[in-house]
Nanobody, 122 residues
């Protein structure tokens, strides 16, 4: 199983980035997909998740009006569109997959990608 996160980079505050997560080696349509992030010296935290069908999405309170998660089961991929970025969004972003459990809990996720760095300058 491989989850390949990409799309990170350096952006000024107020800018946008689109993160992609490409999955292989699993039956993608059976897995809920989430994004987590980890800033230096901090614990990994939930950012957003999307259900198997794509109809249900969940967000951390601090990003829900700025980020949008979506999936394409035909392409085995998930997108995290990030707008109005803030310096506090700076972190390594990880995509992960789970079948059942609490969408906001990292413990529920059985598969993880390698992460992509997002840096927002002020």
């Amino acid at each position: 199983v491989q989850l390949q996160a990409s799309g990170g980079g350096l952006v000024q505050a107020g800018g946008s980035l689109t993160l992609s997560c490409a999955a292989s080696g699993l039956t993608f349509s059976r897995y809920n997909i989430g994004w987590f992030r980890q800033a230096p010296g901090k614990e990994r935290e939930f950012v957003a998740s999307v259900s198997i069908s794509g109809r249900a999405t969940y967000y951390q309170e601090s990003v829900k009006d700025r980020f949008a998660i979506s999936r394409n089961n035909a392409r085995n991929s998930v997108i995290l569109q990030m707008n109005s970025l803030k310096p506090e969004d700076t972190a390594v972003y990880y995509c992960a997959a789970f079948i059942s459990g609490s969408y906001h809990s990292a413990d529920a996720y059985g598969y993880w990608g390698q992460g992509t760095q997002v840096t927002v300058s002020s």
